[in-house]
């Protein structure tokens, strides 16, 4: 596939695996933002390709793992007691709630469907006009432009049994949380490629500049990865701090304006709760009031308690890069990807998940 | 979930009476319909970058070339800084 195997070149990687090692004289430790890259390194067997030196710490950037656990609550009341049509992505569905997950409530006959895209879950309702869809429309900045299409899509057709249950949450205060924790020592961070996709790179100068951190926006492929480190290392080897685009034939230092505009007309920044992490203030997107009928937290009256963190699971300390997955104490006992204590067990891109799908790689 | 992957327009058109513009796009042996509402410049054959059912970004060939050639060029780089100082030191 083109821009796709050329990045996945075996001798490009070893190139890169040695102008890193040529050019490392100290230890260094790097943050990855993005599950996806985290899964791209772990799964290429790059962690324990790179020279010891070099650390590579998992951020926080997997949607699934920090949606809170009363959102999912909230999905599975909605689907189960309201009788809707609930869908989202494959993940979402499969992270426990502190009544079961999704697919649980889906076994014992909720109307729960897995969905590739938010625009499905428009058309879904319009076949159903006597059925409320709600479509559990988790994410990054990446993802919000979708979800934010499917509002208007909605809109322009007129319907008005879809809405969505918003759980958007946004990479740069996550950085700030991330570089305000004493125990997290990032020294270099990789950016989320898809997500500066949307957003331009305009918020990280500010960001390179304030913690005085290169920041590098990164791809996902092998070489991606490592060009995106040996960026990081070059800079930090010279004692510089700026933002850098390796990810360039795909991001541009605007983001995308039409994408932008789309999640403008729909969202509204506001506090957000990360699970694991806490409330981070202006860090997340909810629906803007004038939205409100397509935001099913307006729409449906929906008063449940909240349910305690599970105690054994120690995810909001992987989510910041404190603790590697392999140093939870239930790693692979009481929690596995059939059986999930936690969210970053369950997702693809979860740290945990990565380590014990690809064990002997990591 | 940020997974976007790269495939090439094939065809475009409008759905719901003109008012979304659609597009379906090859991925490797795969064709499936996406969005082509973030990125209205796109055209057929066009690289464009597919998240959740919804082009992002069209994908640049020159700068995707720029990439695969990094190495070369801050090697090229690197011996000019070298030459500066080389000549600055008078060795």
Redesign the interface.
Known sequence: MKFLFEYRNPEKVAQYLDEITKTVTRPWKIMELCGGQTHSLVKNGLLALLPPSIQMVHGPGCPVCVTPLHLIDKAVYLAKEKKVILCSFGDMIRVPGSQGSLLEAKATGADVRILYSPLEAVKLAQQNPDREVVFFAVGFETTAPANALSVLHARQIGLTNYSILASHVLVPPAIDAVMADEASQIQGILAAGHVCTIMGVGEYDELAKRHQIPIVVTGFEPVDLLQGILMTIRQLEAGQAFVENQYSRVVHAEGNPEARRAIEEVFVVSDREWRGIGTIPQSGWEVKPNLASFDATAKFDVQIPQAPECADCIAGLVLKGIKKPVECSQFGKKCTPENPLGAPMVSSEGACAAYYHFADLA | ??????G?IKSIEYQ?NG??KMAKIL??GITKEA?L????HAQIGD?V?V????A??V???E??L???S??EE?GELDELVESAQIDRHGL
């Open positions: 979930m940020c997974l976007a992957i790269p090439q719901y008012m979304v991925f490797g969005s509402d973030m990125v209205p690289y970058l998240h959740v059912g919804v992002i970004s994908i640049d060939e700068e995707a720029k990439t695969l990094y190495l801050i």
